[in-house]
Structure formats: C-alpha cells, structure tokens
C-alpha cells in the first residue's frame, strides 16, 4: 500500500511541474532603426531553455518555470541584455526588447569643423576624429609637436624641407602643404608665413580633439582648404579640475616640459598651457651635418573664459611661441667653425596670436557666434651670405547663425582675412616679396535629413579676394545609412589658392632668389574635387570587433603655381599651362579583441602633373603607403604598441626615384591613477635615407641638398613621466 501511496504522490508531482511550464514571446529590434533582427537568442539564465528569432524578429522560449526568471537577448554586432519577467506572466502580450548596437559609443562622438550639432555618425561629411585617447597616447611618443600624430593617418604625409633644421609641411592626398589648412579652434593661424614651421610649433598637451575632413571644404574655410583642413581643437574648462605635467627626455639629448591647468568656476573658466622644448644636435650618420637641430622652444598659451549666463558665453586666449632653431656644420655647432666648417641654417622665430570667440544662443536651436583672432608672426632665417627677414601680421573675424531644426540645419556667415607681409632689405639687389591681401567672404551651409537613410549636406561660398577678383564655391555631400552596419558618404566641391612665394618648394632654399608674386601674371589656382567611401562595422560573437572603412577621391588642380628658373639666375612663380590631378584610395581596418586592438590602412596616391602637353609624378609622393599598429591596453593599467609603417619609391625633382623603406616603433607606458611612466623606441631598426646614399653634393662649406624622402635621425629612444592632479 505505502509504495502505491508514492507512485501516486509522483504522478501529482509530475502533473504539476508540467500544468507549471510557461510560453513567452517576444519580438526584438534594433534600438536606432526599429527594425526587426533575425537570429537573436533568448535564453532562460542558468539554464539552457531558450529559442532564436525568427524573419520577423519573434521569438518564442517554451517550458518556462514558474517564479522570478532572467532572460538574456543578445545579437551578433548588438550589445547583450538582460530583462527579468515573472512567471506566470500578468497577460499574453508580445513584448518588445529593443537592443543596441555594440559600436553605438562612436555615434556620441561631437564634432566641431562643420559648426553642426549633430554627431560625427549623422553628418554627410567625412570627419576622421583622433580623440583623447589616442593624443594622450602620441604626446608619449613626440610630446613636441604634432608631426607623428598626423603622418600615421593614411592619406596624409609629412615632407621634410630642411634636412638640417628639419623643417616639414603636411601634405594630403599627394597635395603640396599649401592646399592645406591647419587650424586652431576654427582659426587660421598658422597660414601664409607662419606655415613652414607649424608643425613642429605645436604641442598635442593641450588638444583635446583633432578633425580631419580630407578634400574641398571651402564653404566654411574659404581659399586654401583644397587638400583638406586639420582643425586643432583645444581642451575647455570643467567643474573637474584638471592639472597635468610631462616630463620627457630622448637618448639624443631633448628634453620637453610641459604643463597644462583648467578649471571651471561659477562665472568663469581658465586653462592655461606652457612648454619648453629643446634638442642638442645630432649627426646619427656621421655626415658632418645635423640631421637633429640645436633646438630650444617656449610656449604660453593662457585662455580665459567668461558664462555671461546660460546663454551667453565668451572666451579670450593669446598663444605666444619663441623658437630658436640651429642646424648645420656640425664643428661650426660645437663652436668649433673656421673657413672650411661654415655652413648653417639658423631659423628663429617669434608667434604671437590672440583668439576671440562671443556666443549667444537665443534657443536650444538657434545662435550667434562671433569670432576674431589675430596672428603676428616674425622669422628670420640666417645662412651663410644671406638673410631672410620677414613680419607676417594678419586677421581674421567672421560673424555666423546657426539654427537647428528637427529636420534641418542652416549655417549663414561671412568673414573677413587680412595678411600683411614686409620684409626688411637685408641683401643687396634682392626684390622685396612685400604684399597686402584682404579676402571677403560670405557662406550659407545647409543640413537636411531627407529620409531616415539620407542625410545631404550643401554649401555655397563666395570670396571676394583683392587683385584676383571672384571665386565661387558650391558644395554637396550626402550621407546613405544603408543598414546600422552599412553607411556611405559621397561628396565633391570646388577651392581655390591665392598666389603665395610660401611653399615647400621655396622654403626648401630659404627663399633665395625668388622674386615676388607679380599680381599682373599670377591667378588664383582653381580645383574641384570628389571622394567617396563605404564603410561596415559589427562584432562578432560580443568579444570581437571589427570595422572597416574604403575611400576614393580624386582632385583637380587647374594652372598650378609652378617655380620656374629664369636666364638671370632667379625664380619665379607661374601658373603653368596644365593642370594637377591626384587620384587614389585609403583603406582602413580595425580590429579588436579584448584588450588588443589592430588598426591596418593602405594608401595608394597618384599624383600627375600636366604641363605643356607632357605628364610626370608630383615629387616626393609615394604612390604606395602602409601603415599598421598593434594596441594592447588594460584601462587605466597598461598601454603598450607597436606600429610598421612602409613607404614605396618616390620621384624626386631631378627624376630619379628614391628607395622604398620600412620604419618600426614600439611603445609602452605603465599607469596609475595620478602618475604613468612611459618609454617609446622610435625607428628602432634605424632606418635612414643617408644609409641609401648621401645627402648633399658639393663641399661640405657650400652643400646642395638632395631630396628629403626619408628618416635622418634614425633610431631614437625617448621616455618620461606624466602626472595628473
């Protein structure tokens, strides 16, 4: 009888485990587009009860038990989440899980170049971002300037003008630096006789985002943005104080100190950057001549904020640099020099600029913004026999509004450039390159959405610019959010150049012999230009990312200013009869894993110059670039690196070609709350291109030098610490 009694017991029991078994259904979507996802997976926590959706993004999980039960959804290229439900349910309803994609953080990243309020994902321009993560990660690397920042971007390149002070310009797309703006906070300060030492004038501490937009983008920025612009974008103060120190020393003897404050009060903000940057002089190749100038630098950057009220803010900041640049014969270095070790270049310079910025917002929707700054830059360039002397004053002012509605955005301005050049008459017979330029300017920028899978972005820019007349600038760019993986953006627009003698071709011999721009025989260099990109990002299996981005462009570049030799021995600019046209691809990978991340990109640049019916490569572009860097980073912990970057053959101006080279690094830099050490072993395989051959011709008192196409300072360690407060 009792074993009867159990197996009765049993079966009740087993009855009602089974009357106890729930249904649920849900269907699921993707956050931002609504639509539905197929194959997302639900599963019951701690057990293995659970279903995939299906075509319609329905899922159904059968036998659930009773009580209190976790369910967790996830998707590839989605972020994983959990909900909890009670069995048995309240009702019969579906419910809806909306998911999030796993790269979703990119979206949030604001920028500033194209004065929109939207973010770098939902603009039709295309913005590459360096964000503060990977500045704090270059200023361990060249905490003195922004040459390796930019250069390791595929696309761009920075050329080497002086093989003995080291002097470079930036060029992108196969496009000489002048086709490039470099900006500060949306200002021109370092244009027109500023620009041959601007690279290696400003430091990364005090940047708190760089954007790049590569192609025409002369709506906003007027002439000059043929190539692209680099907009500098500086760190502003928050409630958060933030107080840092870098100390850095490398194995050729430079030594960077540099310290930056910020901090935001009740009615007021303040930062403030300053820096002192030196180097001893290196000959690593044994030549007899620097490849490492004597360098010592000074930088104050002192910035004040003012919050008039919540509406209504304005910000006041003077940028001050002393740079005294030495290179040359390394005896005449040492103090050593007689007739025979006499040669040197002495570069010193004084910049002195103020910026100016008054915003009211009369809503959340509309503003106005007005700007000024004000740029005085002196240089005076010293070789043996000759001087260059010159005092760059210029400005810039511009008034705009902005509004921003829910299906569009508007941009109206105008602006006004002054340059002023004069130089002193320091060697007899030489021509003056005295010059007055004032360029006006009016922009109207529009931002529509005009589907949830288009966005276009339009412009129109007219200058005025005195003694070359008129120039009109149309723009167009369109932005197709294929899927949450799939995006493209398209786009084209026209520039133009004002003649100027301050180019890398000119600055390569300190502007020896180059007469002044003849306003009656030069014009305003013309282009237009288009690019176009598709870009995919996902994850797989929520531990690897993966996302990859291709571009084309192609510019056209009508009578460029060419400096062309005369019978009497000097040179002067013309606009050759012929064109320029650079054409190529960027390709860029990354991947991450954990705590690695790999970034791969390739770039394939074909430069043409056409002049009088014949064709021949731009010099010094390499028409094949690689670049790759493998990243290992615990948060907060440990950073170490390293990166392989590989430059095909380049024409040089006398039609031989170069060597193709390969340059290493590594990196690694141990962090802890308010303190990180770091060491950095640049070239560390000690690539230079006085191993591929010499440098200069001629005697060692009077050299001529060849191209620049490669490394000169070879391998070279640097380390230091930083502090935060």
């Known amino acids: 009888m009792k074993s009867y009694t159990l197996l009765l017991f049993a079966a009740l029991m087993w009855c009602s485990s089974v009357t106890a078994q729930n249904r649920f259904v849900a269907v699921i979507k993707d956050a931002d587009t609504k639509e539905v996802l197929t194959g997302a997976s639900a599963i019951v926590r701690g057990t293995v009860i659970g279903n995939i959706s299906d075509e319609h993004g329905i899922v159904t999980v059968e036998n659930i038990p009773d009580g209190v039960q976790t369910v967790e959804f996830s998707c590839l290229g989605y972020e994983s989440k959990r909900q909890t439900f009670s069995f048995p349910p309240a009702g019969s309803d579906t419910v809806e899980v909306w998911m999030e994609s796993a790269v979703a953080e990119l979206d949030e990243i604001v920028v500033s170049s194209t004065r929109s309020t939207r973010t770098i994902a939902s603009i039709p321009t295309r913005i590459e971002f360096v964000g503060p993560e990977e500045l704090d990660e270059k200023s361990t690397m060249k905490p003195g300037d922004i040459r390796m920042l930019l250069s390791e971007s595929t696309g761009i390149q920075t050329q080497q003008t002086s093989p003995i002070s080291a002097n470079a310009s930036i060029r992108i797309q196969g496009l000489d630096g002048r086709y490039t703006q470099i900006l500060k906070d949306g200002m021109p300060l370092y244009s027109g006789a500023a620009s041959g030492l601007g690279l290696l004038q400003i430091p990364p501490l005090d940047l708190r985002q760089v954007e790049i937009v590569k192609g025409s983008t002369s709506t906003l920025y007027g002439g000059g943005a043929i190539a692209g612009l680099v907009n500098l974008i500086s760190k502003t103060p928050t409630d958060a104080r933030e107080l840092s ?104 310079t004084e910049r002195l600029s103020t910026q100016f910025s008054l915003e009211h917002k009369f809503s959340e929707r509309s503003a106005l913004n007005v700007r000024n700054s004000y740029n005085r830059f002196q240089r005076r360039i010293t070789v043996p026999d000759y001087l260059f002397d010159g005092l760059q004053n210029g400005t810039f002012s511009e008034i705009n509004y902005s509004f921003a509605g829910e299906k569009a955005e508007w941009v109206a301005g105008a602006n006004l450039w002054t340059d002023h050049f004069s130089e002193k008459q320091d060697n007899a017979g030489a021509a003056l390159r005295d010059y007055r330029q004032t360029t006006g300017g009016i922009f109207l920028q529009n931002m529509t959405r005009a589907a949830d899978w288009l966005g276009i972005e339009t412009g129109l820019r007219g200058d005025y610019v005195a003694d070359y007349g008129f120039a009109l600038l149309p723009r167009i760019s369109a932005l197709f959010e294929i899927s949450q993986r799939w995006t493209s953006r398209v786009g084209g627009g026209l520039g133009y150049k004002t003649p100027t003698v301050f180019t890398e071709e000119s600055e390569r011999i300190q502007y020896r012999n180059v007469l002044p721009i003849d306003r009656h025989i030069n014009r305003l260099e013309r282009s237009y230009g288009v690019n176009a990109d598709v870009n995919y990002r996902t994850s797989i299996a929520d531990a690897i990312t993966f996302s990859i981005n291709q571009l084309f462009f192609y510019t056209y570049l009508n009578r460029p200013l060419m400096l ?73 912990r440990w950073r170490t690196g390293l990166e392989a970057y590989y430059n095909s053959r380049q024409q040089l101006t006398d039609g031989s070609f170069g060597r193709s080279y390969w340059v290493f690094g590594a990196m690694a830099e141990k962090i802890w709350e308010h303190m990180s050490v770091f060491i950095n072993f640049e070239n560390f395989t000690d690539t230079r291109q006085t191993r591929f051959g010499n440098i200069y011709t001629g005697h060692i008192s009077r050299p001529v030098f060849n191209d620049i196409y490669a490394p000169l300072d070879g391998f070279v360690v640097n380390a230091g610490v930083k502090l935060r407060f």
């Open 245 to 348: 120190f870098l100390l850095n020393g490398t194995s050729v003897l430079g030594l960077d100190i540099s310290g930056f404050y910020a901090q935001k009060f009740r009615k007021t903000g303040l930062t403030l950057f300053a820096s002192r940057n030196s180097n001893r002089p290196g000959d690593p190749a044994e030549t007899g001549l620097s490849a490492i100038p004597k360098v010592e630098r000074y930088t104050f950057n002192p910035r004040l904020f003012v919050y008039f009220s919540p509406k209504t803010r304005m910000d006041f900041g003077v940028n001050a640099t002393f740079e005294n640049r030495l290179g040359g014969d390394m005896q005449y270095l040492k103090g050593r020099g007689d007739s025979e070790h006499r040669y040197f270049e002495r570069n010193k």
């Open 564 to 636: 062309i030799p005369l019978q009497d021995g000097s040179l002067q600019f013309q606009n050759i009869d012929g064109h320029t046209d650079t054409k190529g691809a960027e390709t860029n990978m990354k991947i991450g894993y954990d705590d690695f991340k790999l970034f791969l990109g390739y770039t394939f640049t074909d430069a043409v110059v056409s002049e009088d019916g014949a064709r021949h490569q731009n010099p010094l572009t390499p028409k094949h670039r690689i670049n790759a860097v493998l990243m290992y980073e615990v948060e907060d």
